[in-house]
């Protein structure tokens, strides 16, 4: 029997659908994950060993491969583990395997089966709504994933929770979508003396959407009337917070799983580097740019 438990991959913030797949059959004992895993993926099984002790539970003697399909595709993070724990136990009969197969899983474990926040969960709950599929995640990350739409979501703190709630012992409830509260101050126009021609060039920037250049010499108040350019624009549609939020969750900056209708405002050192200003790197994550979306970008010292 091979057991399939789906969940995603991330190219920046696009998701791309992986299909974990678990045989247990006979042969030398050996716990095998292929399918171009990093090292975070590797040591996934050290991690579910770990957990499914804690609860009592003992890998079979046997042979037990774990194939991420596609096999062409880098698996990055640490969010396989749920899914990989999913489906050995649905091989094992533990949990059923038809149930499984209609949720996408992101998750972390713990040594103790405890279950920890993973980037990239609110595009995934996304992509599975689009799929008409569940999404099983972190419990401190519910909130965020309630936000995909008409979507069951299950998010429960430790595994065995998540093992009685499909043997009916135990019912998760369905987590409430997040709204962070704003509790910063934002300067807005009203807090600057004088400058009359520069901030009538900030509302005309704000009120249609144009880049802007300030020139001039130091202590001119060029920092803080750029700082007030968020304070003057509108907040967020809902459909414009979500896009924004989608780049925060990938970027694992989405805090409480609380997407937030504030603009933001971005003000990289005029010494970041490339990779820091337009994203990339080796585990490729948004840059300042990406992070600046639908939002305010402030390059002070530009030159």
Not at 17 to 33: H, K, L, N, R, Y
């Amino acid at each position: 029997m091979v057991a399939h438990i789906t969940t995603v991959a991330f190219n920046g913030i696009e998701v791309l659908e992986v299909d974990i797949q678990v045989q247990i059959s006979g042969g030398m004992p050996a716990f095998t994950v292929v399918g171009l895993p990093d090292k975070a993926v590797a040591e996934s099984r050290e991690r579910v060993r770990a957990a499914l002790n804690a609860l009592g539970l003992s890998l079979p003697s046997k042979r037990i491969t774990v194939n991420l399909s596609p096999a062409n595709l880098v698996k990055e993070g640490s969010h396989f583990d749920l899914p990989i724990a999913l489906g050995l136990l649905a091989a094992m009969g533990v949990v059923p395997a038809d149930d499984m197969a209609t949720y996408c899983v992101l998750g972390e474990l713990t040594l103790d089966a405890g279950i920890r926040p993973v980037n990239g969960v609110l595009p995934a709950a996304i992509t599975a709504s689009a799929r008409s599929l569940g999404l099983i995640c972190p419990e401190a990350q519910g909130g965020e994933a309630a936000w995909a739409g008409d979507i069951q979501v299950l998010a429960p703190g430790n595994l065995l929770a998540l093992i009685n709630h499909f043997k009916g012992t135990q019912i998760l409830s369905a987590p409430e979508p997040k709204m962070a509260e704003d509790t910063s101050h934002v300067p807005d126009l009203s807090d600057i003396k004088g400058q009359e021609t520069a901030k009538r060039a900030l509302e005309l920037a704000a009120a249609g959407g144009h880049n802007l250049l300030m020139v001039g010499p130091p202590g001119a108040g060029k920092s803080l009337m750029a700082s007030c350019l968020p304070g003057i624009l509108p907040d967020m549609t809902p459909s414009e917070a979500l896009e924004s939020s989608m780049v925060a969750s990938v970027a694992g900056t989405l805090e409480g799983g609380r997407i937030s209708r504030a603009r933001p405002f971005r003000a990289p050192h005029h010494s970041a580097s490339m990779a820091a200003l337009v994203g990339g790197g080796l585990k490729a994550r948004p840059g300042e740019v990406s992070m600046a979306h639908l939002g305010v970008l402030f390059l002070d010292e530009l030159p």
